[in-house]
Nanobody, 124 residues
Framework: VQLQASGGGLVQPGGSLTLSCAASGRDASKYGTGWFRQVPGKEREFVSATTWSGRNSYYAEHVKGRFTISRDNDDNMVYLQMNSLKPEDTAVYYC??????????????????WGQGTLVTVSS
């Protein structure tokens, strides 16, 4: 599976941005998808994830109510709508996929495939 994250950029505090994750290759249409982020010098952290069906979604506490994850299985796309952005949301955002169903999608160690990351900068 190859993953391509896009949609990052510079946005003012309080603004919105939508990230996209395109999956391709064998098994691209399978399994759940997660978003993680990393600030230089810090460990990568979980942001949000959705199961393959889209029936279940998960969010880190610090993004609940502001971020929304969605997916389009026809096009193998997953989106992360980010609203009310704060400077502390500044990070490189990565999308990722495990290679099994039923895993704990909040656990980074259970993911097998990673995109290259897209930079989100929240600043005035």
């Amino acid at each position: 599976v190859q993953l391509q994250a896009s949609g990052g950029g510079l946005v003012q505090p309080g603004g919105s941005l939508t990230l996209s994750c395109a999956a391709s290759g064998r098994d691209a249409s399978k399994y759940g998808t997660g978003w993680f982020r990393q600030v230089p010098g810090k460990e990568r952290e979980f942001v949000s994830a959705t199961t393959w069906s889209g029936r279940n979604s998960y969010y880190a506490e610090h993004v609940k109510g502001r971020f929304t994850i969605s997916r389009d299985n026809d096009d193998n796309m997953v989106y992360l709508q980010m609203n009310s952005l704060k400077p502390e949301d500044t990070a490189v955002y990565y999308c990722a996929k495990p290679k099994a169903y039923g895993v704990d999608l909040t656990q980074e160690a259970l993911y097998s495939y990673w995109g290259q990351g897209t930079l989100v900068t929240v600043s005035s």
